[in-house]
């Protein structure tokens, strides 16, 4: 039998009040559950907030406006039950509660302006999300209320940052409530079409949101899950709308269990609705925003959503790379040497930090640090900053960067690839550049990688435009020493080269290898690029768009490639990556220690650019 959700909700209060647990009232009301969890939720917050004593005259202020707003109401003043979600609307049946409500607002000032900074992790947070939802409660324009709702819906953005520059996991509270403030702002324009600034904002804020968080996956804490793709799957529905509509299809949050994965590379044509993106095999449908301008040959970037089976599901194909901007896999690596909100420097070159930049640790001057650089129409900015995984050379964890061949189809796989001889475990985080060439059996690539006890995990991997031999395998990591007569490179046994010296313990080295019939890897030659008593090296990697005598310029700035230089792998060339090791001068410059060549052709420039168009509601 139907029951008005009012009724529901005054049973639910009375059990709360009873002391039943939150979970287990709203599980007896499965069709009601989103609206009751967030309206007890404000309820358990009200009723554990401190008993404040006011003084008499606040006490007949407070009632005199409880008394006016009721009189406003009788007498047709604007409505407030019109409001979808809201929690002074839900609340309204219960009128006790709303006069608690308007107390705490009254003379709970103590604590919420103590909330009003609270993050998510803090025991203030409720009061803080609580304290809103008040505020809320004297607004009568729906309007005004909507663009209300969506500042919030920024706040809890602000929040986010704050915590994943913190180097803090994404609690679920956080993520609840972005959503929340998001749909109740568009179940108001659902009822105000007309209101197309309305809508332009929040179509604009949805693709902002989405953006950041397909990036946050890995920050977002394993109890957490379960909102966080519910608000991706929100987002991203609200894009397919147009804002004021339900789209015909929708992504469901548990498409997203699996994770989320960044793939660039040209699209083909498959079947069954797939599609190739640079040799991947992915599903491209309505879902799919901007797949209705896909075009078999067009190269771009694709947002993957992966579910637990592992079937991948493109959210959006994108004219470019990180969070919107070209992706060419150049990164600066080295140690801090300033940071401000507004820029961050390295190898004596400033970064600018926009609002785009996703911070995902918390950086000082004096630590190591990576950034991702993201060219934009403003100029080169910084489109990631986190800690640098070259870095890590615990007994457990250690980085290497290996250069090899792909052995096998790989195509419709996304757990595990054969590089160079090595397995290597492909995660949703995993980022695959194929706009040099497709995925493929006898792909050339370039994989960064963490070597985990064992285990190889890739963060990147990158097709390379290369004809070194398939047997040719490089391997850039630290000198860990010997195992029996070989050495280990960042946990991985290489046969020494004969007559040859031993590098220092703990040395950064370069090692060619050439893979023997049974499989061991047979060093011909290496290069020491750091020894363990050596000043910290820059780390670079970009594309060369200018040669000028000993000057290169990459997408971050110019180095300098002196004689003294070792160059491997190849010519360079205007158009071609390189891996590079420098050391900063006095005067400013990043002189190279170390080249790496990748690329024995130019790379084209065939990402589009531009982000294909939202669908029409």
């Known amino acids: 039998m139907f029951r008005r959700y009012s009724s529901v909700l005054d049973e639910c209060l009375e059990a709360l009040r009873a002391g039943e647990p939150m979970e287990h009232i709203v599980a007896r009301y499965p069709a009601h559950a989103a609206r009751l ?11 554990s907030s401190p008993r404040v004593a006011p003084r008499a005259q606040a006490r007949e202020q407070s009632w005199r406006l409880v008394r006016e707003r009721a009189h406003q109401l009788r007498m047709g003043g604007r409505r407030v039950a019109a409001r979808r979600a809201s929690y002074g609307a839900i609340l309204r049946p219960a009128g006790a509660l709303f006069a608690v409500l308007l107390l705490v607002a009254s003379f709970g000032g103590g604590l919420a302006y103590a909330s009003q900074d609270a993050m998510p992790d803090s025991q203030l947070y409720r009061v803080k999300l609580a304290t809103e939802d008040i505020h809320l409660l004297f607004v009568f324009d729906e309007k005004h209320e909507a663009e209300i709702l969506l500042d919030q819906s920024n706040q809890r953005v602000d929040e986010i940052r ?36 309305l809508r332009a904002r929040i179509l604009t804020q949805a693709k902002e949101q989405e953006d950041l968080l397909v990036t946050l996956w890995q920050q977002v804490s394993d109890d957490a899950r379960d909102e966080y793709t519910e608000a991706v799957a929100s987002l991203h529905n609200v894009r397919l709308g147009g804002g004021v509509g339900t789209a015909l299809v929708a992504v469901l949050p548990e498409d997203l269990l699996g994770g989320i994965q960044s793939i660039s590379g040209q699209v083909q044509a498959l079947e069954d609705g797939r599609w190739s993106i640079g040799g991947v095999a992915v599903y491209i449908d309505d879902r799919t925003i901007g797949g209705g301008e896909i075009v078999a040959g067009l190269s771009a970037r694709a947002i993957v959503a992966i579910d637990a089976s592992g079937r991948p599901q493109a959210l959006s194909l994108i004219g470019g790379g990180f969070l919107g901007g070209p992706d060419s896999g150049a990164f600066v690596n080295g140690v801090v040497e300033e940071i401000t909100s507004e820029a961050i420097r390295i190898g004596g070159t400033w970064f600018r930090i926009s609002d785009s930049t996703v911070q995902t640790h918390d950086i000082e001057p004096g630590e190591f640090a990576q950034i991702t650089v993201k060219t934009t129409e403003d100029g080169i900015v910084a489109g990631e900053i986190k800690t640098a995984a070259f870095t890590r050379t615990s007994d457990e964890i250690k980085a290497l960067t290996l250069e090899g061949t792909i052995e096998g189809d790989v195509s419709g796989s996304m757990s595990e690839w054969l590089i160079g001889g090595f397995q ?25 990688a963490i070597n985990k006890r064992g285990e190889l995990q890739a963060s990147r991997v990158s097709v390379l435009v290369s004809d070194t031999e398939a047997e040719v395998v490089t391997i850039i990591g630290t000198f860990d020493g010997f195992q029996g007569a070989k050495w280990v490179i960042s946990g991985l046994p290489v046969i020494p080269p004969e007559d040859s010296a031993k590098p220092q313990a703990g040395a950064l080295i370069s090692v060619e290898t050439e893979r023997g019939n049974g499989g061991d890897l047979t060093a011909f030659s290496f290069f020491e690029i750091k020894a363990t008593d050596d000043g910290e090296l820059i780390r670079t990697q970009g594309r060369i768009s200018g040669i000028a005598a000993n000057r290169w310029t990459l997408e971050f700035g110019d180095v300098r490639v002196l004689a003294t230089a070792e160059i491997a792998g190849g010519d360079p060339g205007i158009g071609r990556r390189v891996l590079i090791w420098s050391e900063p001068s006095k005067d400013g410059d990043l002189i190279a220690l170390y080249v790496r060549v990748l690329d024995h052709e130019p790379i084209s420039d065939t990402l589009v650019d531009t982000v294909l168009p939202v669908p029409a509601p």
Do not use: H, M, W
Request: hydrophobic content about 40%; overall charge negative.
């Open 424 to 448: 290597f475990g492909i995660t949703e985080s995993t980022v695959i550049d194929a706009s040099a060439g497709n995925v493929r059996d006898g792909a050339r690539v370039q994989v960064e």
């Open 37 to 47: 969890r967030s309206a007890l939720a404000l309820a358990a917050a009200v009723q």
């Open 162 to 197: 704050s915590l994943v520059s913190q180097g803090k996991i994404i609690p679920e509270n956080v993520l609840g409530a972005l959503e929340d403030r998001n749909q109740r702002a568009v179940s108001i324009l659902q009822d105000r079409p007309e209101e197309s600034g």
